[in-house]
């Protein structure tokens, strides 16, 4: 049977992400169909979604004339089917957002955290850097591993506040350490359902958004060595990242993505 992976199709790099999963699943053996989603009927056929880059306001906004809000909410958080937001579609997979529009926006929620909005400045200030992330360590073609990956930030968010109690203490071999501070017990824990919080990729230096968290007063903060911010993690069937990988010829985390989605079909 075919998985079918959708892209979110209102606005944003859909276009880009369609074409690397297509070159990604070239090199698995099982067959994949790669769909726009624009609609609830569309959704109901994904057995995995990607939400991709663009603005966030604006997704918010047209999910919601499009009847897409709470569908998606259901395959995020109760059926639970593996969905990987970049960049803007990290801001919509995120419980809370800081520095929103006046009016806050709806957001579709799946990851325990709160992320900041356009943390690293306007358009112009857009950078690419290269991480080492270990987690691709996992995908099952040898020859894609070694390489960092080129991360291509765009008015990017970062995460800068852990609400789940729940977190994963790892090491994403970038050159940072990840720790969990202690904490009293949260309200918000609200898709947690037992799954952790994995931080996946640090970016070390820039704005250290995560040193000013570690000193507010919150439920639950984070705090690297190196002053780093958090752009990659995963929390049970979702995952994001800050960057947008759909904007380099490197298809590893694609590739990734997809070997993910085949493990949870067979569940």
Request: hydrophobic letters at 40%.
């Amino acid at each position: 049977m075919a998985l079918t992976v959708g892209v979110l199709a209102l606005q944003g790099g859909f276009a880009e992400h369609l074409s690397c999963l297509r070159k990604a699943a070239a090199h698995l053996e099982v067959k994949f169909n790669m769909v726009e989603v624009r609609t609830p009927e569309q959704l109901a056929t994904c057995h995995a979604l990607v939400i991709p880059g663009g603005e966030s306001t604006t997704l918010s906004l047209l999910a919601t004339q499009s009847g897409l809000l709470g569908p998606l909410r259901d395959f995020v958080k109760v059926k639970r089917k593996p969905t990987w937001g970049t960049c803007a579609g990290l801001i919509m997979l995120s419980e809370e957002a800081s520095s929103a529009k006046r009016g806050g926006q709806e957001l579709i929620g799946g990851l325990d955290v709160r992320v900041h909005r356009n943390h690293f400045g306007r358009q112009k200030e857009s950078f690419v850097t290269d991480l080492n992330l270990a987690f691709l360590a996992e995908s099952l073609t040898d020859a894609m591993r070694a390489p960092p990956f080129p991360c291509v930030f765009i008015r990017a968010p970062v995460v800068d506040k852990l609400l789940a109690d729940n977190v994963e203490e790892t090491s994403p071999e970038n050159g940072a350490d990840f720790q969990s501070l202690p904490s009293p017990a949260t309200n918000n824990q609200t898709l947690a359902q037992g799954s952790k919080i994995e931080v996946l990729g640090i970016l070390l230096g820039r704005h250290a958004s995560n040193k000013a968290a570690a000193a507010a007063e919150t439920a639950r903060s984070v705090s690297t060595k190196g002053d780093g911010d958090i752009v990659a993690l995963r929390q049970g069937n979702v995952f994001g990242t800050s960057f947008h990988p759909e904007l380099t010829e490197d298809i590893r985390i694609h590739l990734w993505w997809l070997e993910q989605v085949v493990h949870a079909s067979m569940k």
